[in-house]
């Protein structure tokens, strides 16, 4: 078994679903314009890792209207139980046990260097191992 991270954003955003989904939205209106073309618009999650793009097949976004447990937006993950625990603890920690968002994305190279910033008005919980 091959072990991954996957880094972990969790909170609570109330932003319209057209706005919260549009921080994640890659520009594909140009097929011919490449992302390091100064005229490619990069989207804000890829500013806020501090990239110019990232791969929609490693990232997971869950969101609810109203408030739910931590625990059932981290059945959504291929991880352990103990880790399961230790992101719950890690978010206790944060302040809340309760979100109504959360997101994912699996990349192992990835450093996220603004551990304080809000990402799309949610917090970083941090990296941890998965079970793929």
Known sequence: MCMSKVHIWAGI??????VFEKY???????PDLDIDDP????????????ERWYDEDLIGVFRTEELRNIKE???ELSISS????E??????EK???SINSMFYYMDPELVISDLNKLYNK?????VFDTDL
């Not at 994640?24 to 140009?30: I, K, N, P, Q, V």
């Not at 990069?42 to 806020?48: G, S």
């Open 87 to 92: 992101i719950q603890d890690t978010c206790i």
């Open 73 to 75: 937006f981290l059945g």
């Open 24 to 30: 994640f939205e890659l520009d594909y209106s140009d």
């Open 39 to 50: 005229k490619y618009n990069v989207c804000q999650f890829c500013k806020d890792i501090g």
């Open 95 to 97: 302040g809340f046990e």
């Open 82 to 85: 103990e880790v399961g625990i």
């Open 13 to 18: 955003n109330h932003d319209d679903t057209d």
């Open 122 to 126: 949610l917090i970083y919980i941090g």
